[in-house]
């Protein structure tokens, strides 16, 4: 190498590293992260503490890689170079058919499903109204013609199958997997069901839970005459935000049952912190923001009540994960109370609140996934 | 601190290099040493106590062995070596091996030895963890006082300069290791010219394409199979595991010897060579030339020579070898598959002394090939199975004795690292520095900053991502 050339490629080298690690420490610090739906890590000031026990630089490295400049381009490029390398996943996403994205699926041991099932039996046999068991298939089950050939780690249907059989005599299960299988009932972005999923799923524990009433259409296009309204068009999920595949087009969220329930009176009372606000079944302004799919009943909470005056049936209390936000409307339409009770948020006694409000029937429905991986399903048994 | 991270790339090493070239010449070593010290206490601030121990030990020890030989008191030169040998090797003893050890005693009901889980310091207690690169500074300050006394190294008598040589952060937590004596002159003076800082620039950024694009993309094929229990282990796939493995190890250590070499460029040294493409070894014996060279020629210059290597009785060099083979595999990590893993090389290279070697020779080159890397890869089960309850089993899975030939997953893994692998194994061989002579000298010019830029901002897309970039030689 001559030395002017030297010179020229020494220069485009520090112009690079210079360059960036200029632009990091000039550049404002973003808090938020669209992209990943996440909160970045900040910029720290050391204290002797700190430095000493290597916190400091912990915090340091994490900040540096959060707030590296383009980062969420970064992001993309890596995304793409996967996908150029003939990859068919990135981060534990596989790129699936129609740009559907499937977080991988951690089939639970058998140890850990006999626990968490033997927490539901308990819950069966400490109340005195029915209890209901049903588990949402993962997305990799019900669309498992889009996934990747062969793709290891996905839903079989085997741990339903397990759970279903590990039920006890207080407990009915309901099985959703024939409603669900096959049906285009999943956001392609997200881990969740659409609300013609909620629908679908609906149908089936309707019947498994013995209910009677109207039934809705089957042709997937319509409730009771109502028909689906798109009402939003760029949903991303969370799946997208941790796959990095800016290729995929974003997701449309449609609803069929409006606001105030097909009979107008169904009002909801949310519980963020113990005293009842009231709220509904949508929340138009969760549309504007980045995780879109709070715009059914507003996001997480302790503690959710829907009634519904004009419904055929009494109280129902679900013990549930977001799956049932977008299944509730369906829930309200049959029953005069739906209690949505998240055991993440809430360490009410699940035995006192059935007695205090006067709960006829229970229904405990989680997504396989977060049924294998929830660490508060224990409060069922308490 | 580690290379491949984007505080280093983009913050620690720009500040050092700005800070570095604006200091004159006699305070560079100073800004060095500054330098080194931080980038060994980011991970475990506590262990740059360590540090200063070490430089000060060797330091003084280094003139003492000086001033008995110039005295004439080989004696108390001699004595002064054993000193120094004996604190660096309690010191690797103590961090390295000693709840190693403990914990082996008490598994067979010798449990005198208490297990230590932290050490306590004034104002609290911090964990024992292995200090991060203490098996290779020990090998180079021991190497220092041996030198000084056989004559081959000069004393170094101001402290600065050997405390920037104990600490030197390029060559620090990975290797390679340095030899004083392969320093010595550039520790007082090195030329730092443009010339030099740009073809560093080419190694650092080849060996961070090696580390961050090659190992890390195998390194979760790899865990998968790791990860897979013994009774589901298909024979493909633990071949497929294995190979990952192969791969993601030989990237990811010459990467940061690359990373190293580079690095030291850019600082006005000159390490030597340490990877020499070990995977067209032809036999057991070639492949330990050409894998971590600099710890192969550390164990023969003082372990193997010392006892006599090969000049000596039959009996007594297998014994050597043995000695040798077993220091090498535990200097790989306190567990005992490394030491089995020593114990595996022991057995080729000494059946190639004693007549495979001569077998070799006259058989051919394409089988000699085979050889070598089927040798080599199989190690490797032994080397990165710690488990002796999954090792058999995989082992086992290698040899047709698993659960079939392949199963679905196997299928899913291969249509999905195909291209890296195939990518891999194209540079784990001369193919693409042959091509790159074969361009003429324009071409190359255009070509080098176009491919040098295209390392830097794949490799940085994968760090800022980062999910996956381990430090694999904690163990070390």
Redesign the interface.
Known sequence: ?S?Q??????A???L???G??IA??LSPSRDFSDQENRFLAQFKAPTLDT??S?KF?ES??DY??DQ?PL?DQ??Q??AY?ERA?????N?KVYFGGNGTLFAQFQVPSEEELEQKAGYVNKLGANLDVPVYFSLVPDKSFVLADLL?????NVDDGSTIEKARGLCGDGVTFVDLRNALAGRNDFYRTDHHWTTLGAQHAWEALRAGMGLTGQAGDTDGLSYQGLSYTQVSDSFYGTTYSSS?AAWVEPDSIYTVIPEGGTRGRTTVDRYPEGVAIPGGLYYPEKLEVKDKYAYFLGGNQPLCVVKNPDAENGRLLVIRDSYADCLAPFLSEAFQEVHLFDLRYNNTSLKKYVADNGIDQVLVLYSAANFSTDQNLFKLGL | MIFSSPYFLFLYFPIVLTLYYISPLRWRNLVLLIANLIFYGWGEPVYVLIMFLSIAIDYSHGRIVTRCKAGGNDRGARMAVASSVVFNLLLLGFFKYYNFIAGSLAAVGLSFLPVIDSLPLPGGTIPFTLPIGISFYTFQTMSYTIDVYRGDARCQKNIVTFGTFVTLFPQLIAGPIIKYKDLDDQLEHRDHTVEKFASGVQRFTIGACKKVLLANALGPLWDVYLATPSAQLTTLGAWLGIIAFSLQLYFDFSGYSDMAIGLGRMLGFEFLENFNYPYLSKSASEFWRRWHISLGSWFREYLYFPLGGSRVSRGRMVLNLLIVWAATGIWHGASWNFLLWGLYWFVWITLEKLWLGQALDRAPVWLTHVYGVLVAIVGWAIFAVEDFAAMGPYLAAMFGFGAGALDTDFLYYLRNYLPILAIAVAAATPLGKNLWHRLPERAQKIAFPVLMLAGLVFTTAYLVDGTYNPFLYFRF
């Open positions: 190498m030395k050339y030297s010179i020229f490629i020494t485009l080298f520090c690079f590293t210079f960036f690690g990091l420490i430095l000493r290597g630089m340091f490295e540096v890689t590296f980062r970064w992001i490029l890596k170079s390398l003939g990859k068919q996943e981060n990747p050939a062969n793709a290891p990095g």
